[in-house]
């Protein structure tokens, strides 16, 4: 197989509708993508060319070494993570490779700018990226005052190259906003550095984990999943290749507009 080179994949991002000035969210697959002519690289800088100078690219990178599940519902940090867990550093922390070897890349792009959550932490590179990823507050992941509410007012794009439907991180903002009883809320707590010093903080939010018990269930589509496999269904978004990877592009405001209907349509309140 030959490498795609940055020149291609940037004609297949046009044909895809990328356009310039647009902000776009990448969840992507480098194996599906298939060999690149300079590695990772090139599909991060064929996304900035065709987006160009005004416009920017997104995308999750998380922590690798979050202490979420070790502080999960715990109302005191466990005194052996207390003690040992480093503080997170966005210049420095790496990313979670669960979210695909891609984001690393973009995090240590020249110009990336990173949040400061650490488990839920977007790294933005693009003439907005400072805004959209700052502020962004322990106990607002991805609802309101978080950088996917800025990625929307921007009419954000989600390029969704060769990955699954459970990766549209866009749908936890409709899951923070849809009217429904029985919403989940955790607790945990993080270790940031606040003038050279390890201090934790500990915060409530939004299980995006499973936002109702019956999407929590292992080894069964969450919400997300749920949601993105309906709307996709209706035929709206776009859809084409990108190296080898089947490629869609979704408009960001438009599946979250449609999960909260879908969230509110399925558990309403009672009257």
Same mark, same amino acid.
């Given at each position: 197989?030959?490498?795609?080179?940055?020149?291609?994949?940037?004609?297949?991002?046009?044909?895809?509708?990328?356009?310039? &000035?647009?902000?776009?969210? %990448?969840? #992507?697959? *480098?194996?599906? +993508? $298939? /060999?690149?002519? =300079? &590695?990772?690289?090139?599909? %991060?800088? #064929?996304? *900035?060319?065709? +987006? $160009? /100078?005004?416009? =920017?690219?997104?995308?999750?990178?998380?922590?690798?070494?979050?202490?979420?599940?070790?502080?999960?519902?715990?109302?005191?940090?466990?005194?052996?993570?207390?003690?040992?867990?480093?503080?997170?550093?966005?210049?420095?922390?790496?990313?979670?490779?669960?979210?695909?070897?891609?984001?690393?890349?973009?995090?240590?792009?020249?110009?990336?700018?990173?949040?400061?959550?650490?488990?839920?932490?977007?790294?933005?590179?693009?003439?907005?990226?400072?805004?959209?990823?700052?502020?962004?507050?322990?106990?607002?992941?991805?609802?309101?005052?978080?950088?996917?509410?800025?990625?929307?007012?921007?009419?954000?794009?989600?390029?969704?190259?060769?990955?699954?439907?459970?990766?549209?991180?866009?749908?936890?903002?409709?899951?923070?906003?849809?009217?429904?009883?029985?919403?989940?809320?955790?607790?945990?707590?993080?270790?940031?550095?606040?003038?050279?010093?390890?201090?934790?903080?500990?915060?409530?939010?939004?299980?995006?984990?499973?936002?109702?018990?019956?999407?929590?269930?292992?080894?069964?589509?969450?919400?997300?999943?749920?949601?993105?496999?309906?709307?996709?269904?209706?035929?709206?978004?776009?859809?084409?290749?990108?190296?080898?990877?089947?490629?869609?592009?979704?408009?960001?405001?438009?599946?979250?507009?449609?999960?909260?209907?879908?969230?509110?349509?399925?558990?309403?309140?009672?009257?």
């Amino acid at each position: 197989m030959h490498p795609s080179d940055k020149a291609s994949i940037v004609r297949q991002l046009e044909l895809l509708g990328v356009e310039r &000035g647009d902000t776009v969210m %990448v969840h #992507a697959s *480098l194996r599906a +993508v $298939g /060999p690149l002519a =300079n &590695g990772p690289v090139t599909l %991060v800088e #064929a996304i *900035l060319e065709r +987006v $160009g /100078p005004e416009g =920017n690219l997104m995308a999750l990178v998380s922590w690798n070494e979050s202490p979420y599940e070790e502080t999960l519902g715990h109302e005191v940090v466990p005194e052996e993570v207390r003690e040992r867990w480093p503080a997170f550093d966005p210049e420095t922390a790496p990313s979670y490779p669960g979210y695909g070897a891609l984001n690393e890349f973009i995090r240590t792009y020249p110009g990336a700018r990173r949040s400061a959550h650490p488990d839920s932490s977007m790294v933005a590179i693009g003439r907005d990226a400072e805004w959209l990823v700052w502020p962004h507050e322990m106990g607002s992941a991805y609802g309101p005052g978080s950088p996917i509410e800025r990625f929307l007012k921007l009419g954000g794009k989600v390029l969704s190259i060769g990955a699954g439907e459970d990766a549209v991180t866009v749908l936890h903002f409709a899951e923070a906003l849809a009217d429904i009883p029985g919403k989940r809320r955790v607790t945990y707590s993080m270790p940031l550095l606040h003038s050279g010093t390890r201090e934790w903080i500990s915060a409530s939010d939004w299980d995006s984990n499973g936002i109702l018990d019956e999407y929590a269930v292992e080894e069964k589509p969450d919400a997300v999943e749920r949601i993105a496999r309906d709307y996709l269904a209706l035929g709206v978004h776009k859809e084409g290749l990108v190296g080898r990877a089947r490629t869609r592009l979704i408009d960001a405001n438009a599946i979250v507009g449609f999960g909260i209907a879908w969230l509110e349509q399925r558990h309403r309140r009672a009257l």
